[in-house]
């Protein structure tokens, strides 16, 4: 009989970035295929998962303002990058028979459900993987914060931030190969430290709900369900 899941509710968080494999742009269907057999190995377990995707593997709103653009214009292109990454990473939950349904922050109802608080719940208890898609639906937030803002909603357990890398480091690991890497962290030291694995306000928010980040590698399969049942390799933010 395997351990009982350490958290029961979780907030998954998968970067555009996790998406897109090493094509340099654009989703890899079999590197969205691997987390979707991770997703299912946490369901498998009983935990309840919602997944927040991001969209930097198709675009920003900082390269529009970057180019003299309209931030807020490019922040709305940015947050339909996100929808087009939920429609994919559903596609590979649906084909392994895993019932998923695509929540969007910006109403494209010919396309799938709009958020709300009471949908989200009821599809999670009936043991559906709830995509949200479309971020916090407005510009100038990034999907670190939609994950932060849906775990708070949610009464999610955990955020489960998948990353590049294996943990949290002293400093990016991608730059600094000499950074040391920490076990364990309190919301506060990552503040304090300006370690950028995650923006400020996803960590503020985090922090004000008392909502531990567990930070790990998408890259080993396996991970998610490892660490749900007791070990596993990450780095854990969480109050002291
Ligand atoms: N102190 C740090 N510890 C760990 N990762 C860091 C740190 N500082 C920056 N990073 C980078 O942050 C990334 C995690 O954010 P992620 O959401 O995957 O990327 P992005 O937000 O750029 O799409 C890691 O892959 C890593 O390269
Ligand atoms: O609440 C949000 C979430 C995202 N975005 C836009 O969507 C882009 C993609 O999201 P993000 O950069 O967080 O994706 P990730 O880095 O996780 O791939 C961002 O750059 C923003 O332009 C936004 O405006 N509001």
Redesign the pocket.
């Given at each position: 009989m395997p351990n009982a899941p350490v958290y029961k509710k979780i907030l998954l968080k998968a970067?555009?970035?996790?998406l897109m494999g090493k094509q340099g742009f654009g989703i890899d269907v079999t590197v969205a295929d691997r987390i979707a057999a991770d997703i299912a190995e946490a369901r498998a377990m009983g935990v309840q998962v919602g997944v927040v995707v991001?969209g930097?593997n198709i675009f920003r709103g900082v390269a529009v303002a970057s180019k003299g653009g309209d931030r807020v214009t490019g922040d709305h292109m940015g947050m339909l990058a996100t929808v087009i990454n939920a429609l994919a990473l559903a596609t590979s939950l649906r084909k392994l028979g895993i019932n998923t349904e695509v929540l969007s922050a910006i109403a494209m109802p010919e396309i799938c459900q709009s958020f709300s608080q009471r949908a989200a719940l009821h599809h999670l208890e009936k043991g559906r993987v709830v995509i949200f898609a479309g971020g916090t639906g407005n510009p100038f937030f990034t999907t670190?914060s939609a994950a932060a803002l849906r775990a708070a909603e949610l009464g999610a357990q955990a955020i489960f931030?998948a990353?590049?890398?294996d943990?949290?480091?002293?400093?990016?690991?991608?730059q600094f190969p000499d950074?040391e890497r920490y076990d364990e962290l309190t919301h506060d030291e990552i503040l304090d430290k300006g370690?950028?694995?995650?923006d400020v306000a996803a960590v503020a928010l985090a922090r004000e709900n008392s909502i531990p980040i567990i930070?790990f590698s998408i890259h080993e399969k396996g991970q998610l369900a490892a660490i749900l049942g007791g070990g596993g390799t990450a780095t854990i933010v969480k109050d002291a």
């Open positions: 970067s555009g970035e996790a991001g930097g670190d931030k990353t590049q890398v943990g949290i480091y002293s400093a990016d690991p991608k950074a370690l950028a694995v995650m930070v």
